[in-house]
């Protein structure tokens, strides 16, 4: 029985509560951004006067801060289909957007992490290196902002593969 403050939808989504969930999602998404870019700027504007402009790949923390960026962004293009994977997404409306919401948050954080990570190894190293795989990290994130589409798509392919 759908009550005055929701509304169903064919999926059995209560599409009030979505949007809610979906709008607070988003605000705490918007609050990592902002945090990782207000860190990254301070970052910046502390090593700019002292920085090098030529890639230091022969200093092992500037190194490591391209491996930990490169395997944290990879992970954040392929964690929702594991994640899809290792426990489908459930029948019920509000279960199904608290997985969603976990997915983001994990998946935030496995780019925040490497994020900061380089703005360290930018304050140390003084390198242009580490700084540009940390506004690669800021890019990544603001791509990955949660959607309703990513939603829908993650909750059909869970109605498809219980058809197969």
Same mark, same amino acid.
């Given at each position: 029985?759908?009550?005055?403050?929701?509304?169903?939808?064919?999926?059995?989504?209560?599409?009030?509560?979505?949007?809610?969930?979906?709008? +607070? @999602?988003?605000?705490?998404?918007? !609050?990592?951004?902002? /945090?990782?870019?207000? %860190? *990254?700027? =301070? $970052?910046? #504007?502390?090593?700019?006067?002292?920085?090098?402009?030529?890639?230091?790949?022969?200093?092992?923390?500037?190194?490591?801060?391209?491996?930990?960026?490169?395997?944290?962004?990879?992970?954040?293009?392929?964690?929702?289909?594991?994640?899809?994977?290792?426990?489908?997404?459930?029948?019920?409306?509000?279960?199904?957007?608290?997985?969603?919401? +976990? @997915?983001?948050?994990?998946?935030? !954080?496995?780019?925040? /992490?490497?994020?900061? %990570? *380089?703005? =360290? $190894?930018? #304050?140390?190293?003084?390198?242009?290196?580490?700084?540009?795989?940390?506004?690669?990290?800021?890019?990544?994130?603001?791509?990955?902002?949660?959607?309703?589409?990513?939603?829908?798509?993650?909750?059909?392919?869970?109605?498809?593969?219980?058809?197969?």
């Amino acid at each position: 029985m759908i009550g005055p403050t929701q509304t169903g939808n064919s999926d059995g989504i209560e599409t009030v509560q979505m949007s809610r969930r979906m709008t +607070t @999602l988003k605000t705490i998404h918007f !609050a990592l951004v902002a /945090g990782v870019l207000m %860190f *990254s700027g =301070v $970052v910046i #504007l502390q090593s700019y006067g002292k920085m090098t402009f030529a890639p230091a790949f022969q200093n092992p923390m500037v190194f490591v801060a391209a491996i930990v960026t490169a395997s944290g962004i990879g992970v954040s293009f392929l964690i929702a289909g594991l994640f899809a994977k290792a426990s489908p997404m459930p029948a019920d409306g509000a279960a199904a957007i608290q997985k969603y919401q +976990t @997915l983001c948050l994990v998946r935030a !954080a496995t780019i925040e /992490g490497p994020a900061l %990570f *380089s703005a =360290v $190894v930018t #304050l140390i190293t003084a390198n242009i290196l580490p700084a540009g795989l940390l506004v690669l990290c800021v890019v990544t994130l603001i791509i990955h902002c949660p959607s309703e589409g990513e939603f829908k798509r993650l909750t059909s392919q869970r109605i498809s593969q219980q058809r197969d």
